[in-house]
C-alpha cells in the first residue's frame, strides 16, 4: 500500500532532551517535507527536500534539523527541545517539487515538550 | 509565509445539503489544491486544478478557478455527516518548491 508513515505518533518529552521524528514514503517520491500545525496558525512548512542531500528551509525552521541520506526517508531531528515546539507534526510526500504535485500526507505526530 | 486564505472559518449545514467555501490568494499561480484533514489527522488530497482550468469535478465535489479575482471555491454537493472536516485550500509559492496552506474551513454535516 502505498503511504507515508511518522513514528512516533505520540511523544511527551522534557525540554532538552533530543529527540527524533522519522518519516518513511514507499512511493518512490523526490519530494519530501515537515510541516507543523498549531490552532489558528494552520500548516506551517518546516523544511522541504527536492532529493537526496538537497534540503532547504522552510518558514518555521529555527530549533530543527533534516537529512536526506536516502529517497526513502526524512527524519525531523529536534536537538533540544522546547514547550513552543509542542505540536502537531506532518510529513509528505510528492512525486515532483512541492507546489507543483499531489501531497501525500503521514498520519501525524503529536510531540508535547514538558 | 501563507498565499491561501479560506473562507469562511466555519460552517455548519444539515445533511443534504451543498456546502461552499472559498480561497483567496496573493499571488499569481499555476495550480491550486484542495485538501481535507478530519480531526487530527492526515490531509488527504481532494482535488488540482490548474490555471488553465476553470471548473473540474470529482464525484460531488466541484472546484472553480477564478485566476483573474485570484479565487477558487469548493462546493460539496448532497453533503453527508462523514464530510465533516477541515478542508484547506494549498498553492504553490514562488518557484513551485513550496506549498503553502490555508488556515481551513470547519465544516459540520448535522445528520
Known amino acids: 500500500e502505498a503511504q507515508v508513515t511518522q513514528n512516533p505518533r505520540y511523544l511527551i518529552t522534557v525540554t532538552g532532551k533530543k529527540l527524533t521524528v522519522t518519516c518513511s514514503q514507499n512511493?518512490?517520491?523526490?519530494?519530501m517535507s515537515w510541516y507543523r500545525q498549531d490552532p489558528g496558525l494552520g500548516l506551517r512548512q518546516i523544511y522541504y527536500?527536492?532529493?537526496?542531500?538537497?534540503?532547504d528551509k522552510g518558514d518555521v525552521p529555527e530549533g530543527y534539523k533534516v537529512s536526506r541520506k536516502e529517497k526513502r526517508n526524512f527524519p525531523l531531528i529536534l536537538e533540544s527541545p522546547s514547550p513552543n515546539q509542542t505540536s502537531l507534526y506532518f510529513c509528505?510526500?510528492?512525486?515532483?517539487?512541492?507546489?507543483?504535485?499531489?501531497?501525500?500526507f503521514g498520519p501525524g505526530t503529536r510531540l508535547t515538550v514538558l | 509565509s501563507q498565499q491561501g486564505e479560506e473562507d469562511p472559518q466555519a460552517l455548519s449545514i444539515q445533511e443534504g445539503e451543498n456546502a461552499t467555501m472559498n480561497c483567496s490568494y496573493k499571488?499569481?499561480?499555476?495550480?491550486l489544491q484542495w485538501y481535507r484533514q478530519n480531526s487530527g489527522r492526515g490531509l488527504v488530497h481532494l482535488i488540482l486544478?490548474?490555471?488553465?482550468?476553470r471548473e473540474k469535478h470529482s464525484g460531488r465535489l466541484r472546484v472553480t478557478l477564478d485566476t483573474s479575482k485570484k479565487s477558487s471555491s469548493l462546493l460539496i454537493t448532497a453533503s453527508r455527516a462523514a464530510d465533516t472536516a477541515s478542508y484547506f485550500c494549498?498553492?504553490?509559492?514562488?518557484?513551485?518548491?513550496?506549498?503553502?496552506f490555508g488556515k481551513g474551513t470547519l465544516l459540520t454535516v448535522n445528520p
Open positions: 509528505a510526500s510528492s512525486l515532483r517539487t512541492g507546489g507543483a504535485d499531489t501531497q501525500y
Open positions: 527536500s527536492m532529493n537526496v542531500e538537497v534540503t
Open positions: 494549498a498553492t504553490p509559492l514562488g518557484s513551485n518548491y513550496k506549498l503553502t
Open positions: 499571488t499569481s499561480i499555476n495550480n
Open positions: 486544478i490548474r490555471s488553465n482550468e
Open positions: 512511493m518512490n517520491h523526490e519530494y
